[in-house]
């Protein structure tokens, strides 16, 4: 069958036999959009996490039918090292990355919590980011966290002053 | 003899291999005196002090270095990265000594058929240790060698040349490295210039943003699971599910059957299949009907009563004074027992490999930290000379100890070789639970005698433990008769109270039905656990503050000093007090893991029945510091996944089966039951950098332990630490 969406901004179309193919093989494997991750195929892990219409979903265990007609993003549609999402720059500015594998899942799932909360509580954070880390890079991001809400704020002000 | 003949047969002697290692450990103990305890303690102790070297190329720059027509180098790295910030910290010292900046700087993985390799691979809090000397020997003599071109170039003596940024001038003029190399056919290698001066380094010591974070922070595809070739198909393995399962036979009629398979691949030891999706694979693999042979159903009380001290045998790996004889005379000893769990690595990056085999040669990326033991395996299963063979490391999403075996990397070689396409083949979540090379679980027996002012006159550690270091490619299939104790599973079982009188530790080995092996700091967390919860009851009988009780019984040799300092320094800094206070208590613990020693303070509080740690404060020496940000990353890291064995996680054995198989079920450590606060204090009471990656791992477990006690008045000798 055939599904249509938009990722990243970019119309697609893609032909699939098995419509309940989970979203995350169709980006990794058939868009080649590898930056979400395999973590552990039942969304325990939030390794895979990106967005449909702006909401967090863990891909690996959301069937791609379900896209049809809708807004995908991933890591790659975030931000880029031109112009990164405020939530990158804070995972730059404080350097949170060890092995790196699990971060884009947490930076999605960052990102919506944002739009959600715009200053999130340590509590709104303990309650919302529950994505795994195995290197335990969990201290510096949720400092990385608070920095995101605060350039974000600040960037939000400064379009709405100017 | 020329001086350049001279210079050569000098570099040729040239070694970095002089302070010894796991190497020279068969040397050591070949002999008439094998069996004899005397020298295997000699082994212990030695392997416990002895910095890991470099078992690596150290004097071809040409394998090393790469410039570039941008002007920028490529260090070609033999560690890989794996998040422990190896490629940044390595960045940082070739920069500093080829005088470039450390934008123009790139680490890759130096793929095997380049021949730059470590035959120890990446592992132990070694990376940055073993190569801080080799690598800036290197890069002064690449940069000496490119000098020397650029003053035949310029027509100048080199005498007149000075360096930055990777531009070479000399009497106003200018010749930038990549114009310096093009053209030049052939290379005289010098002999190895003087180093800088420490002080005079631009990037070393300071705390330079890694290198690979934007790659990690835009989504870059750099790990193993990420990698592809042209025309790739993908594979699927079929596991048993039953511990100690081999395989018979399989039915592979309805999975040959199944859409888009291309071949249904079966071995001697395992059945595969291949197909055109993933999904496809996955389905195939199920309809695979595989028949396996099991000879009992295991249960976690088998597992249970096979880690007991007093079975098997044991092995005396430290021993100063009589503490054996004063603690069997003694009747009022004081005795201790201490348990932890069997733990999984849980990487979020599943084992797997792209590989791709033609007639006579082979390709595979994978994510390993064995580089040379992968290429030599997959050789010899698919019958391809090793030179042949090009193993293409990538970045590893999580290694700890996961990655130093890698049967995936043969799997995926087999299955390309019967499809002659290359093929991509990973594990699952529930194979990488049930599959996985476990960190035992141990048994620890803690005695002792305290003199009449407290002071301790004879303690003994006795530890029963599944095999580390044993069974792993890693170790020579010898090492288990030379050594007698698996020095894995001892690791951080040493009494580190070098003032006490007489001291014992003895290390009893337990052969588990499924692997056990590398966890990172192996056996660390568990046996300072043991001990540092232990030191804290002692302190308690003797009426002693915990944390002077322990200064006061460390002795004051250079170790000794130096595991001082930070004991010092992390008290004073937590303003440790041995008592609880508005429901918060502190809790003391420390530890020496590859030279390098470690304290650590925790603040704790019992909330809904459940620990909560509030703040970790964390002093540690590791010498030398590279990139201080790094250290700190590391330690913050190490001291949340250790609360995360320590407090939180457990498998177990269920009518056969390892479980839990899924993220959830076996419980980690998250976001919420982080410290808000970690503070880290670096000492650097050593001229060259030390291991950094395993030691903040070690007192994590026994400080919220003791902190807990010091709360509730409840002694936790079994992890996962739960208060009741």
Not at chain 2, 193 to 200: D, G
């Given at each position: 069958m055939k599904i249509s969406f938009h990722i990243n901004n970019q119309p697609q179309t893609i032909t699939i036999e098995d419509q309940n193919t989970p979203l995350l093989w169709v980006v990794r494997d058939l868009l080649d959009l590898k930056g979400t991750k395999f973590g552990c195929g039942k969304a325990a892990c939030g390794a895979c996490t990106l967005h449909v219409e702006g909401q967090a979903v863990?891909?690996?265990?959301?069937?791609?039918?379900?896209?049809?007609?809708k807004k995908v993003t991933t890591i790659e549609g975030l931000g880029t090292p031109e112009d990164p999402h405020p939530v990158q720059q804070a995972w730059i500015e404080e350097i949170v990355p060890q092995c790196g594998y699990c971060q884009p899942g947490f930076m999605m799932a960052t990102a919506a919590l944002l739009e959600e909360i715009p200053n999130p509580t340590d509590d709104d954070i303990d309650n919302n980011i529950i994505n795994v880390c195995r290197c335990a890079t969990y201290y510096r991001m949720r400092k990385a966290i608070h920095r995101a809400a605060s350039i974000k704020n600040d960037s939000t002000t400064n379009s709405v002053n100017s | 003899m020329s001086d350049e003949k001279r210079a050569k047969k000098k570099l040729s002697r040239r070694k970095f291999l002089v302070r010894g290692g796991l190497g020279t450990l068969g040397v050591l103990a070949v002999g008439t005196y094998l069996f004899r305890n005397p020298i295997r303690r000699s082994l212990a102790d030695f392997a416990n002090t002895v910095e890991t070297p470099?078992?690596?190329?150290?004097?071809?720059p040409s394998i090393w270095f790469e410039v570039l027509n941008d002007n920028s180098v490529i260090l070609y790295s033999p560690k890989v990265e794996m998040g422990q910030g190896t490629f940044t910290g390595l960045a940082q010292i070739a920069a500093d000594e080829l005088e470039i900046d450390i934008d123009q700087i790139k680490v890759v993985n130096s793929p095997s058929i380049s021949g730059n390799m470590d035959d120890f691979g990446t592992g132990g809090s070694t990376s940055i240790s073993s190569l801080w000397q080799p690598l800036r020997e290197l890069a002064a003599t690449t940069r000496e060698m490119i000098k020397n071109e650029a003053a035949k170039k310029l027509g100048v003596?080199?005498?007149t040349l000075s360096v930055a940024n990777g531009i070479i001038s000399s009497d106003g003029k200018t010749m930038s490295y990549a114009e310096v190399v093009d053209g030049v056919k052939e290379w005289k290698v010098p002999k190895t210039p003087a180093l800088r001066e420490i002080k005079s380094y631009k990037f070393v010591g300071k705390p330079i943003p890694r290198v690979d974070l934007k790659a990690k922070v835009f989504g870059e595809h750099i790990f193993g699971m990420d990698a592809s070739m042209p025309d790739m198909l993908f594979g699927a393995v079929v596991r048993p599910s039953e511990i100690g399962a081999i395989f018979e036979d399989a039915d592979i009629a309805e999975a040959e059957k199944m859409p888009g398979v291309i071949k249904v691949v079966k071995e001697k030891d395992f059945v595969g299949v291949v197909a055109n999706s993933r999904m496809e694979a996955e389905n195939a693999k199920h309809a695979i009907k595989t028949t396996w042979k099991t000879d009992k159903v295991w249960q976690t009380k088998d597992i249970e009563d096979m880690i007991?001290?007093?079975?098997g045998t044991p092995i005396t790996i430290q021993k100063e004074g009589n503490a054996k004889s004063i603690l069997e005379d003694d009747q009022d000893k004081i005795t201790a027992e201490y348990h932890s769990p069997l733990g999984a690595h849980a990487q979020l990056e599943p084992n797997g490999a792209v590989a791709y085999v033609e007639e006579d040669k082979a390709t595979v990326m994978i994510s390993t930290q064995v580089v040379k033991i992968t290429r030599d395996e997959i050789a010899k299963r698919i019958g391809v000379s090793k030179d042949k063979v090009n193993v293409i490391p990538t970045f590893l999403g999580g290694g700890f100890g996961r990655r130093l075996h890698t049967p995936n990397g043969i799997q995926a070689a087999v299955l390309s070789k019967a499809v002659g396409k290359p093929v991509k083949c990973f594990l699952d979540r529930k194979e990488e639970f049930q599959h996985d090379t476990f960190r035992p679980p141990t048994h620890h027996v803690l005695k002792a005698k305290l003199r009449e002012n407290g002071m301790i006159e004879a303690i003994e550690h006795n530890v029963s433990s599944g095999d580390v270091a044993f069974g792993s490619p890693l170790l020579p299939g010898i090492a288990p008769a030379l050594m007698g104790a698996d020095l894995g599973a001892w690791r951080g079982g040493m009494i580190n109270y070098s003032a006490i009188p007489n001291y014992r530790a003895v290390s009893w080995r337990v052969k588990l039905p499924f692997a056990t092996s590398w966890w990172r700091s192996l056996g660390l967390l568990a046996n300072t656990f043991a001990i540092e919860s232990f030191m804290d009851e002692l302190a308690e009988k003797a009426g002693k503050d915990p944390v002077q009780y322990r200064l006061d019984q460390i002795g004051d040799d250079e170790r000794g000093f130096r595991l001082k300092e930070v004991i010092k320094a992390a008290a004073e800094k937590a303003g440790y007090k041995d008592k609880a206070e508005n429901g918060r208590a502190m809790g003391f613990a420390c530890s020496v893991d590859v030279n390098t020693p470690c304290a650590q303070v925790v603040e704790v509080s019992i909330e809904n029945e459940k620990i909560k740690v509030h703040k970790v404060t964390c002093a540690m020496d590791p010498g030398l510091v590279v990139n201080p940000d790094q250290v700190r990353a590391q330690c913050e890291g190490a001291i949340i996944m250790g609360m995360s064995a320590s407090m939180y996680e457990r498998m177990y054995v269920e009518d056969g089966q390892l479980r839990p198989i899924i993220y959830g079920p076996y419980r980690m450590a998250l976001m919420r039951h982080a410290p808000k606060e970690i503070d880290v204090v670096l000492l650097q009471n050593s001229e060259t950098p030390g291991g950094v990656g395993e030691p903040p791992l070690g007192p994590i477990g026994a400080a919220v332990a003791n902190a807990v006690y010091r709360l509730t008045g409840q002694r936790l000798r079994s992890m996962p630490l739960e208060a009741s």
């Amino acid at each position: 069958m055939k599904i249509s969406f938009h990722i990243n901004n970019q119309p697609q179309t893609i032909t699939i036999e098995d419509q309940n193919t989970p979203l995350l093989w169709v980006v990794r494997d058939l868009l080649d959009l590898k930056g979400t991750k395999f973590g552990c195929g039942k969304a325990a892990c939030g390794a895979c996490t990106l967005h449909v219409e702006g909401q967090a979903v863990r891909s690996c265990s959301f069937p791609v039918h379900l896209v049809e007609g809708k807004k995908v993003t991933t890591i790659e549609g975030l931000g880029t090292p031109e112009d990164p999402h405020p939530v990158q720059q804070a995972w730059i500015e404080e350097i949170v990355p060890q092995c790196g594998y699990c971060q884009p899942g947490f930076m999605m799932a960052t990102a919506a919590l944002l739009e959600e909360i715009p200053n999130p509580t340590d509590d709104d954070i303990d309650n919302n980011i529950i994505n795994v880390c195995r290197c335990a890079t969990y201290y510096r991001m949720r400092k990385a966290i608070h920095r995101a809400a605060s350039i974000k704020n600040d960037s939000t002000t400064n379009s709405v002053n100017s | 003899m020329s001086d350049e003949k001279r210079a050569k047969k000098k570099l040729s002697r040239r070694k970095f291999l002089v302070r010894g290692g796991l190497g020279t450990l068969g040397v050591l103990a070949v002999g008439t005196y094998l069996f004899r305890n005397p020298i295997r303690r000699s082994l212990a102790d030695f392997a416990n002090t002895v910095e890991t070297p470099y078992l690596g190329d150290t004097k071809t720059p040409s394998i090393w270095f790469e410039v570039l027509n941008d002007n920028s180098v490529i260090l070609y790295s033999p560690k890989v990265e794996m998040g422990q910030g190896t490629f940044t910290g390595l960045a940082q010292i070739a920069a500093d000594e080829l005088e470039i900046d450390i934008d123009q700087i790139k680490v890759v993985n130096s793929p095997s058929i380049s021949g730059n390799m470590d035959d120890f691979g990446t592992g132990g809090s070694t990376s940055i240790s073993s190569l801080w000397q080799p690598l800036r020997e290197l890069a002064a003599t690449t940069r000496e060698m490119i000098k020397n071109e650029a003053a035949k170039k310029l027509g100048v003596e080199v005498a007149t040349l000075s360096v930055a940024n990777g531009i070479i001038s000399s009497d106003g003029k200018t010749m930038s490295y990549a114009e310096v190399v093009d053209g030049v056919k052939e290379w005289k290698v010098p002999k190895t210039p003087a180093l800088r001066e420490i002080k005079s380094y631009k990037f070393v010591g300071k705390p330079i943003p890694r290198v690979d974070l934007k790659a990690k922070v835009f989504g870059e595809h750099i790990f193993g699971m990420d990698a592809s070739m042209p025309d790739m198909l993908f594979g699927a393995v079929v596991r048993p599910s039953e511990i100690g399962a081999i395989f018979e036979d399989a039915d592979i009629a309805e999975a040959e059957k199944m859409p888009g398979v291309i071949k249904v691949v079966k071995e001697k030891d395992f059945v595969g299949v291949v197909a055109n999706s993933r999904m496809e694979a996955e389905n195939a693999k199920h309809a695979i009907k595989t028949t396996w042979k099991t000879d009992k159903v295991w249960q976690t009380k088998d597992i249970e009563d096979m880690i007991k001290v007093g079975q098997g045998t044991p092995i005396t790996i430290q021993k100063e004074g009589n503490a054996k004889s004063i603690l069997e005379d003694d009747q009022d000893k004081i005795t201790a027992e201490y348990h932890s769990p069997l733990g999984a690595h849980a990487q979020l990056e599943p084992n797997g490999a792209v590989a791709y085999v033609e007639e006579d040669k082979a390709t595979v990326m994978i994510s390993t930290q064995v580089v040379k033991i992968t290429r030599d395996e997959i050789a010899k299963r698919i019958g391809v000379s090793k030179d042949k063979v090009n193993v293409i490391p990538t970045f590893l999403g999580g290694g700890f100890g996961r990655r130093l075996h890698t049967p995936n990397g043969i799997q995926a070689a087999v299955l390309s070789k019967a499809v002659g396409k290359p093929v991509k083949c990973f594990l699952d979540r529930k194979e990488e639970f049930q599959h996985d090379t476990f960190r035992p679980p141990t048994h620890h027996v803690l005695k002792a005698k305290l003199r009449e002012n407290g002071m301790i006159e004879a303690i003994e550690h006795n530890v029963s433990s599944g095999d580390v270091a044993f069974g792993s490619p890693l170790l020579p299939g010898i090492a288990p008769a030379l050594m007698g104790a698996d020095l894995g599973a001892w690791r951080g079982g040493m009494i580190n109270y070098s003032a006490i009188p007489n001291y014992r530790a003895v290390s009893w080995r337990v052969k588990l039905p499924f692997a056990t092996s590398w966890w990172r700091s192996l056996g660390l967390l568990a046996n300072t656990f043991a001990i540092e919860s232990f030191m804290d009851e002692l302190a308690e009988k003797a009426g002693k503050d915990p944390v002077q009780y322990r200064l006061d019984q460390i002795g004051d040799d250079e170790r000794g000093f130096r595991l001082k300092e930070v004991i010092k320094a992390a008290a004073e800094k937590a303003g440790y007090k041995d008592k609880a206070e508005n429901g918060r208590a502190m809790g003391f613990a420390c530890s020496v893991d590859v030279n390098t020693p470690c304290a650590q303070v925790v603040e704790v509080s019992i909330e809904n029945e459940k620990i909560k740690v509030h703040k970790v404060t964390c002093a540690m020496d590791p010498g030398l510091v590279v990139n201080p940000d790094q250290v700190r990353a590391q330690c913050e890291g190490a001291i949340i996944m250790g609360m995360s064995a320590s407090m939180y996680e457990r498998m177990y054995v269920e009518d056969g089966q390892l479980r839990p198989i899924i993220y959830g079920p076996y419980r980690m450590a998250l976001m919420r039951h982080a410290p808000k606060e970690i503070d880290v204090v670096l000492l650097q009471n050593s001229e060259t950098p030390g291991g950094v990656g395993e030691p903040p791992l070690g007192p994590i477990g026994a400080a919220v332990a003791n902190a807990v006690y010091r709360l509730t008045g409840q002694r936790l000798r079994s992890m996962p630490l739960e208060a009741s």
